[in-house]
C-alpha cells in the first residue's frame, strides 16, 4: 500500500481566534511507523503525522489542547496515542481503541497515560467487524473509570444501533454527527432522526466537526453550517468540535485546518456557545479534575 498525505502543512491562519483554553478534541496521530507500526489490518497507510506537527498545528490555529483520538490504522496498540499525550506537557488527553479482553492493570495503565475514553468503530470501510456484544462489555468496564464512549457510525444504521447505544451506562459522543446527508438541508431525514436521538437522550453528546468530510459543496461549507448550526444552538452543552487533522482518507479534497476554524464563529454565532464548544464541554469529558466545584 501506498503511504498517503492527507493534510497541507502550512494551512492558513484563521481569522477566527478561538477563546483562552479552546480544545482540539478530535484530531489523530500517525506512527512514526519506525517507532509505532501500523495494524496488520490497517485500511490505509498514511505518512507520519507526529506530535510534534500536531502541536505546531496547535499553535498555529490558536488552540490550546487537543484530545487524541486513536486512529483505525493503529489497530488497539494504543502506544502511539499515549506517546503523543506523554509528549504534550499535560495539553493532550486521548481516547483508545482497546480488546474485549484488556486486562484491568492495563485500562488503569491507559488512565495513568491519559486516556479518558474508549471509541467504537461501526465504519465497514475501515473495521472488520464490529460486535455490539463485546462493545458493551467493554462499555461496563470502562464506566467505574469515569471515562466515556465515543461512537463513529453512518447514518444508515442510525436506526438500528439506538438500542445498542441506549444500553452503553456512560456518555456516548457520536462522531460527526453520525454522518447525516447534508444535502438534503436542515430539515433533512437524517438530519432530522439524529437532532431526536439528542432530543430523547440526554447523556448523547456529537463532534459537530467533519464540516470537510460531509459537506458535497466544499468551502466556505455553507451547506455544512445551515445544518449544523441548529445543532449546536439546540445542544450547547453536549457539543464538541475537532479539525480531525491529519485527516484520514481525505485524499481527493485535503482541507486547509485554517478555513476548517474559521466554520466555528458560522456554527456557534455567540462568544458564548463558542465557549461551551471549545472549552467548557471538552473540560468536562477530559480535564473534569480542573473544573471548579459544582
Ligand atoms: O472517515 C474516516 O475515514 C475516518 C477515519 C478515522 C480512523 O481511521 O480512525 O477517524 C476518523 O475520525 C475518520
Not at 23 to 51: I, R
Request: aromatic share 8%; glycine share 6%; hydrophobic share 40%.
Amino acid at each position: 500500500m501506498t503511504r498517503t498525505k492527507t493534510w497541507v502543512d502550512q494551512p492558513s491562519r484563521p481569522a477566527f481566534r478561538p477563546p483562552a483554553g479552546a480544545v482540539d478534541a478530535h484530531v489523530h496521530v500517525f506512527g512514526p511507523e519506525a517507532e509505532f507500526p501500523f495494524s496488520l489490518k490497517a485500511k490505509y497507510h498514511p505518512e507520519d503525522a507526529t506530535p510534534e506537527m500536531l502541536f505546531a498545528l496547535r499553535d498555529r490555529l490558536g488552540f490550546s489542547r487537543n484530545v487524541i483520538v486513536q486512529a483505525s490504522c493503529h489497530g488497539t496498540d494504543n502506544a502511539a496515542t499515549l506517546a503523543g499525550i506523554a509528549k504534550s506537557n499535560g495539553k493532550a488527553r486521548g481516547v483508545a481503541v482497546v480488546s474485549p479482553d484488556i486486562g484491568d492493570e492495563e485500562l488503569q495503565r491507559l488512565h495513568a497515560g491519559g486516556i479518558r475514553g474508549v471509541r467504537f468503530n461501526f465504519l465497514k470501510r475501515l473495521v472488520d467487524d464490529a460486535p455490539k456484544d463485546k462493545f458493551l462489555d467493554i462499555a461496563r468496564r470502562i464506566a467505574p473509570l469515569g471515562w466515556h464512549v465515543v461512537v463513529y457510525f453512518e447514518a444508515d444504521i442510525l436506526e438500528e444501533l439506538v438500542p445498542f447505544l441506549e444500553a452503553i451506562p456512560t456518555i456516548v459522543v457520536v462522531d460527526h454527527l453520525g454522518r447525516p446527508d447534508i444535502a438534503q438541508g436542515p430539515e433533512g431525514a437524517e438530519t432530522q432522526r439524529f437532532i431526536r436521538l439528542l432530543d430523547e437522550h440526554p447523556a448523547i453528546w456529537t463532534k459537530v466537526s467533519g464540516a470537510e468530510r460531509l459537506s458535497p459543496q466544499g468551502r466556505p461549507f455553507d451547506d455544512f453550517v445551515a445544518v449544523i448550526r441548529p445543532v449546536v444552538e439546540r445542544f450547547p452543552e453536549r457539543v464538541l468540535w475537532g479539525t480531525d487533522w491529519p485527516h484520514p482518507n481525505m485524499e481527493h479534497r485535503i482541507p486547509d485546518d485554517g478555513t476548517l476554524v474559521d466554520v466555528i464563529p458560522r456554527i456557534a454565532p455567540t462568544e458564548e456557545l463558542q465557549r461551551k464548544l471549545l472549552v467548557d464541554n471538552p473540560m468536562r469529558l477530559y480535564w473534569p479534575e480542573e473544573l471548579p466545584p459544582a
